[in-house]
């Protein structure tokens, strides 16, 4: 069964912490992005090693092997962005309906252990392409279709932001 969409903006993010997952922007530098990332990576598979792990806890929520699925999906499609702000001015990102794609690549019906996989290969991944970004790079600019714009430093902090929520909406 699909889930409703989630339609709102999540930029005000950027201005100010989560209520809901705690994620403080503000303590979101160049130098903390890698290894945040790589710090949720063994969280996120003690999640997708869970009995009930593609259980829905209601008909309005992903099961956690479908936020897994999301978040590998986030870390790939954020590795691509950033790789676009770096490699072009002016970058401008297509629109990506992440509840299309939970049902074309059929999220409920993921195998755990094959989401454990990529998830830590695409998670490895972005962190190595964020730690790689050079000090002159992070005021890079990027365009979101909907006319939100980013610099590198923005993107990331929205980015750990999805990331960060999702294992807290996972965990508890």
């Known amino acids: ?12 993010v ?5 209520p809901d997952c705690s994620f403080d922007p503000s303590t979101t530098t160049p130098a903390t992005v890698p290894g945040t990332i790589e710090n949720m990576l063994p969280r996120w598979r003690a999640v997708l090693r869970r009995p009930e792990v593609a259980e829905r806890p209601n008909d309005n929520t992903w099961s956690a092997l479908e936020y897994a699925c999301h978040v590998r999906d986030v870390f790939s499609l954020f590795d691509q962005r950033l790789n676009l702000m770096l490699d072009s001015d002016d970058a401008k990102f297509e629109n ?11 999220y409920a019906n993921a195998d755990p252990a094959v ?5 830590a290969a695409e998670g490895q991944q972005v962190a190595e392409s ?3 970004v050079r000090e002159s790079e ?14 590198v430093l923005t993107l990331a902090r929205y980015f750990l932001h999805d990331v960060v929520h999702h294992l807290h909406d996972v965990d508890g």
């Open 130 to 132: 964020f730690a790689g």
């Open 138 to 151: 992070w005021d890079r600019k990027g365009l979101r279709s909907n006319g939100s714009e980013f610099t």
């Open 96 to 106: 990506w309906d992440q509840d299309l794609t939970a049902i074309e690549k059929d």
């Open 1 to 12: 069964m699909p889930i409703v969409p989630d339609e709102k903006d999540w930029t005000w």
């Open 115 to 119: 989401v454990n996989t990529e998830l």
């Open 14 to 18: 950027l201005d100010r912490p989560c």
